[in-house]
């Protein structure tokens, strides 16, 4: 009897490991709507650990190299600092012209409207004034917004007044002096009367003649009484050089620096990523090569995501497959004739940084 148990059990150890020689049959269940599925070789995991390992090393090392942080925050520093002086520079400039502005009296002597919606899409206003400079500077033009009653009158252009003496034709109107324009040197604006509604295009219509002002928005300066183009037009930083020397001088150092800390910066940041790149690529050409020679074998998934293997060798192995930018990376170990596993959880792609 127990001799023909041992047979017994040797014929079925035998048929076993008959069977086992022509393989296993795996059935892995991924993802649907995944492609190309592999079985990869035992130790694919450990290679790829081992070449994140030395990537993620290279670009610790990189990072301290360069030390992008530190000069990136003294270059962002410097870079607030100088928008600092800068906005003080803008500040100081605007009170100067806000001053000058004040010191300059424009009087309208007279006034002629031409508003006529059934005839005209514009309107047209002429006049005549008379400007007296109270400052210590030649005054060369003032830009300005006209204003009937207390409407601001929006223009497509640029306003300006031209201070020209029309006798002399010279420009510019010295300190303590004063320019009265005629009707034959008027100045004129004209303005869209479709932008205005009927109740504002009956207001200006009534008070064009009676309420018109100019409300000066800018100056500028000229060094002499001279012919126009003999004169030079100056603005109220090149004009108050010697009001501004002290924070243009802090300012422009301020600049300087700003402009060599974010060429620092940058220079380091080109080679940073330099020697990112190079390290990248290393990482991409191993984990490529290693995830070709890991392969032992392949499967194309059907639709519903059923990847089958025929004859696999008993042994440890990782289901492998990518989608959508993640992949399933899952170790198995095939002892059976016959093996179903699942393997349908995407995470980060292991064959990328």
Known sequence: MLRKTIISLAVILFAAKAAMADGSKVIAVVPPGTGEVFLMSQGTGEVLSFIHGKYNSNIKSIQARYNLPELKALADKALVSSRSDNDAVNAKIKEIKNEYISKLDIKINKVKSFISPETSAT???????????????????????????????????????????????????????????????????????????????????????????????????????????????????????????????????????AQEDTVKYNEAKKEFDAAKSAALLEFTREAGELKKSAVRYSSRASEKGRAVFEGVAPGNYFVYASKDGQAVFKEISVKNRKLKVKANELRKDPFKP
């Open 123 to 257: 309107g047209e206003i002429e006049f005549t004034y008379t400007a007296v400079n109270n400052s210590d500077r030649i005054i060369a033009d003032a830009v300005y917004t006209p204003v009937i009653g207390k409407m601001q009158i929006q223009t497509s252009s640029k306003l300006v007044l031209d201070f020209v003496d029309r006798t002399t034709l010279k420009a510019g109107i010295a300190p303590g002096k004063s320019l009265i324009t005629t009707e034959e040197n008027s100045d004129s604006f004209s303005f869209l009367l479709g932008q205005m509604s009927k109740n504002d295009l009956a207001y200006v219509r009534e008070n064009a003649e009676k309420g018109l002002s100019l409300k000066v928005t800018d100056i500028h300066f000229t060094n002499s009484v001279e012919y126009k183009d003999q004169s030079k037009i100056l603005t109220a930083e090149q004009a108050f050089q010697d009001r501004l020397q002290g924070i243009l001088a802090r300012t422009s150092s301020e600049n300087l620096s």
